[in-house]
C-alpha cells in the first residue's frame, strides 16, 4: 500500500475500487464527479475522466495543494488540456503536477480490428454479408467481387502496411500484422526508430521499435511522400493535434494511381481529422485502378458521420461507430496504470505516459 491519498471520479466495478483501496492510504470515491473540500484538501493523485479536472475547479494548486499527479482513463488528453484549471495551470511556470493518460490501454481491441479490417477486406466480407442478408440467395462470385473479375481472396502476405503514427496502437498493430507476412513500414515525427516510453501489456507492442523495415518522417515532406508511395495499406492512429489535422489531403490520398490500395482509420479517443470525407469518398469514386480498393474507418470527419452520406452505403467503404476502443476490463487495465505510475511516483521514477503540456500528447 503506497502512503498517497486518491480522489476518483471515475464510474469503477466494486471489485476495482477494492483493488484502489489496497493500493492507497485513503481513497476519495466519488463518481457522480464533484469532489468535496476534505477530498481536495487531502488528495496527492486524482484518477478522472477524459474531461480531466471536474469543473468545479479552477486553480489547480491553490484547491488541490497535494496533488502531484493527474491520471486519465482514457488514452486521449486534449479535453483533459482543454479544461480551464489545466490551462491556468498550463499558463503558470509550475510544473510540479503530472498529467498522465491511459494510453496503451487499447492494445487488446484496435489492433484486433485493424486486422479484421485489412482481412476483412481482402477477403470482402461486408459485401458477402451484406448481399446475403439484403438478397436472401446465394452469390456469384462476380456478384461479390468489387472489380470487373471474378471474386477471389487476396492474401496480405507480402503487401505493405504503412503505419502512419507509430505509437502503442500502431506497433502492436505491426507485430500483429507482421505474423501474417506483410512488410510493415512507419511514418512518424522523428523519421527513425524511437523507444516505446509508455506502458506497455506484457507480450504486446514493439518496445525498441525494431519491426517497421523503413522509417519517414511526417515533417519531411519529400520523406512523407516516399512512404505514401510505398504503402499498399495505410494505417492511420495519430494523435489528435493541429499538426495531424488533415495531414492526408487528396494528393496524398492519390499516391500511388496503382494496385489495390486500403485505407483504414481507427482510434479510440475524439475524432480525428487526419482526412476529410469528401477526399475519401472522391478516391473511393475513382476508376478501377485508379483509386482505393476499399476504406474501413471508425473515426469520422465530421463526427458522426451525418445520416445519409455517400460513406455509410459506399461499396467500398466500412464505416464503423466508433467503438474500436469500447475494450472489455479497460477500466481494469486504466487501474493498472495508474497503480504503476504511483510506485514510480512513490520512488522517484519517470511516469508512464507523462503529456507534454506543449506538445498536447
Same mark, same amino acid.
Given at each position: 500500500?503506497?502512503?498517497?491519498?486518491?480522489?476518483?471520479?471515475?464510474?469503477?466495478?466494486?471489485?476495482?475500487?477494492?483493488?484502489?483501496?489496497?493500493?492507497?492510504?485513503?481513497?476519495?470515491?466519488?463518481?457522480?464527479?464533484?469532489?468535496?473540500?476534505?477530498?481536495?484538501?487531502?488528495?496527492?493523485?486524482?484518477?478522472?475522466?477524459?474531461?480531466?479536472?471536474?469543473?468545479?475547479?479552477?486553480?489547480?494548486?491553490?484547491e488541490i495543494p497535494n496533488l502531484k499527479l493527474i491520471?486519465?482513463?482514457?488514452?486521449?488528453?486534449?479535453?483533459?488540456l482543454a479544461c480551464p484549471a489545466v490551462k491556468n495551470?498550463?499558463?503558470?511556470?509550475?510544473?510540479?503536477?503530472?498529467?498522465?493518460?491511459?494510453?496503451?490501454?487499447?492494445?487488446?481491441?484496435?489492433?484486433?480490428?485493424?486486422?479484421?479490417?485489412?482481412?476483412?477486406?481482402?477477403?470482402?466480407?461486408?459485401?458477402?454479408?451484406?448481399?446475403?442478408?439484403?438478397?436472401?440467395?446465394?452469390?456469384?462470385?462476380?456478384?461479390?467481387?468489387?472489380?470487373?473479375?471474378?471474386?477471389?481472396?487476396?492474401?496480405?502476405?507480402?503487401?505493405?502496411?504503412?503505419?502512419?503514427?507509430?505509437?502503442?496502437?500502431?506497433?502492436?498493430?505491426?507485430?500483429?500484422?507482421?505474423?501474417?507476412?506483410?512488410?510493415?513500414?512507419?511514418?512518424?515525427? %522523428?523519421?527513425?526508430? +524511437?523507444?516505446? !516510453?509508455? $506502458? /506497455? =501489456?506484457?507480450?504486446?507492442?514493439?518496445?525498441?521499435?525494431?519491426?517497421? &523495415?523503413?522509417?519517414?518522417?511526417?515533417?519531411?515532406?519529400?520523406?512523407?511522400?516516399?512512404?505514401?508511395?510505398?504503402?499498399?495499406?495505410?494505417?492511420? %492512429?495519430?494523435?489528435? +493535434?493541429?499538426? !495531424?489535422? $488533415? /495531414? =492526408?489531403?487528396?494528393?496524398?490520398?492519390?499516391?500511388?494511381?496503382?494496385? &489495390?490500395?486500403?485505407?483504414?482509420?481507427?482510434?479510440?479517443?475524439?475524432?480525428?481529422?487526419?482526412?476529410?470525407?469528401?477526399?475519401?469518398?472522391?478516391?473511393?469514386?475513382k476508376p478501377e485502378g485508379e483509386g482505393l480498393f476499399?476504406?474501413?474507418?471508425?473515426?469520422?470527419?465530421?463526427?458522426?458521420?451525418? &445520416?445519409?452520406?455517400?460513406?455509410?452505403?459506399?461499396?467500398?467503404?466500412?464505416?464503423?461507430?466508433?467503438?474500436?476502443?469500447?475494450?472489455?476490463?479497460?477500466?481494469?487495465?486504466?487501474?493498472?496504470?495508474?497503480?504503476?505510475?504511483?510506485?514510480?511516483?512513490?520512488?522517484?521514477?519517470?511516469?508512464?505516459?507523462?503529456?507534454?503540456?506543449?506538445?498536447?500528447?
Amino acid at each position: 500500500m503506497s502512503s498517497f491519498i486518491l480522489a476518483c471520479t471515475v464510474f469503477l466495478e466494486p471489485p476495482v475500487v477494492e483493488r484502489l483501496h489496497k493500493a492507497f492510504a485513503k481513497v476519495h470515491y466519488h463518481p457522480d464527479g464533484v469532489l468535496p473540500k476534505e477530498a481536495l484538501q487531502e488528495a496527492d493523485i486524482l484518477f478522472t475522466e477524459m474531461v480531466g479536472v471536474p469543473a468545479q475547479i479552477t486553480d489547480l494548486k491553490a484547491e488541490i495543494p497535494n496533488l502531484k499527479l493527474i491520471q486519465l482513463v482514457c488514452a486521449g488528453s486534449e479535453k483533459a488540456l482543454a479544461c480551464p484549471a489545466v490551462k491556468n495551470y498550463v499558463a503558470q511556470s509550475d510544473r510540479s503536477i503530472t498529467l498522465a493518460n491511459a494510453s496503451g490501454i487499447h492494445v487488446l481491441s484496435i489492433p484486433n480490428y485493424v486486422v479484421a479490417s485489412i482481412l476483412g477486406a481482402y477477403h470482402q466480407l461486408s459485401r458477402q454479408i451484406i448481399f446475403g442478408a439484403v438478397n436472401k440467395r446465394w452469390a456469384t462470385r462476380a456478384e461479390i467481387e468489387i472489380t470487373d473479375k471474378p471474386y477471389y481472396a487476396r492474401s496480405p502476405r507480402g503487401r505493405t502496411v504503412g503505419m502512419l503514427g507509430y505509437g502503442a496502437l500502431g506497433r502492436e498493430s505491426a507485430r500483429l500484422l507482421s505474423c501474417l507476412g506483410m512488410e510493415i513500414i512507419a511514418a512518424n515525427t %522523428s523519421g527513425s526508430a +524511437t523507444q516505446q !516510453t509508455g $506502458y /506497455i =501489456i506484457d507480450g504486446t507492442g514493439d518496445a525498441d521499435g525494431s519491426i517497421p &523495415e523503413t522509417y519517414y518522417s511526417t515533417k519531411d515532406r519529400t520523406s512523407f511522400e516516399a512512404f505514401l508511395k510505398r504503402c499498399d495499406v495505410l494505417v492511420s %492512429s495519430l494523435p489528435n +493535434t493541429s499538426a !495531424t489535422q $488533415y /495531414i =492526408i489531403g487528396p494528393k496524398e490520398l492519390g499516391k500511388p494511381p496503382s494496385k &489495390e490500395r486500403f485505407a483504414c482509420q481507427h482510434w479510440s479517443g475524439q475524432p480525428r481529422q487526419v482526412w476529410s470525407s469528401e477526399d475519401l469518398l472522391a478516391e473511393l469514386n475513382k476508376p478501377e485502378g485508379e483509386g482505393l480498393f476499399a476504406a474501413h474507418v471508425d473515426v469520422t470527419d465530421p463526427e458522426p458521420l451525418p &445520416e445519409g452520406h455517400p460513406l455509410w452505403s459506399h461499396r467500398k467503404a466500412t464505416i464503423t461507430p466508433h467503438l474500436t476502443g469500447d475494450t472489455e476490463g479497460e477500466y481494469d487495465i486504466a487501474v493498472d496504470i495508474l497503480i504503476a505510475n504511483v510506485k514510480n511516483l512513490a520512488v522517484g521514477e519517470r511516469l508512464y505516459n507523462a503529456v507534454d503540456f506543449v506538445k498536447g500528447y
